[in-house]
Nanobody, 122 residues
Framework: QVQLVESGGGLVQPGGSLRLSCAAS????????MGWYRQAPGKQRELVAA???????NYADSVKGRFTISRDNAKNTVYLQMNSLKPEDTAVYYC????????????????WGQGTQVTVSS
């Protein structure tokens, strides 16, 4: 099995910064894509940013220029640097790994983290 452990959420004032981390552990052979999604109260879960194993990135329009996604393939860890945070960034942020190949398996799996709360408020 695979476990995703997220960290770095919290309360921050508008204009502030936070860095989220998500470490995947288990019998992992490779991970295709890693990403961050968020869900605000009363809204659907939405993609924030994603990054492939080759380093290609994709961002939601609302966070372009403010958020940066990166990953450490050796550590199976993905990061989300969030700058110039706004109250509308308040949400539970979820880590997702896609196309995970496990050792001794030919199938690919997707996994979600438990989520970490980010609150932007003065």
């Amino acid at each position: 099995q695979v476990q995703l452990v997220e960290s770095g959420g919290g309360l921050v004032q508008p204009g502030g910064s936070l860095r989220l981390s998500c470490a995947a552990s288990g019998s992992i052979f490779s991970i295709n894509a890693m990403g961050w999604y968020r869900q605000a109260p009363g809204k659907q879960r939405e993609l924030v940013a994603a990054i492939t194993s080759g380093g290609s990135t994709n961002y939601a329009d609302s966070v372009k220029g403010r958020f940066t996604i990166s990953r450490d393939n050796a550590k199976n860890t993905v990061y989300l640097q969030m700058n110039s945070l706004k109250p509308e960034d308040t949400a539970v942020y979820y880590c997702k790994t896609s196309g995970v190949k496990l050792a001794h398996s030919v199938r690919l799996f997707d996994y979600w983290g438990q989520g970490t709360q980010v609150t932007v408020s003065s």
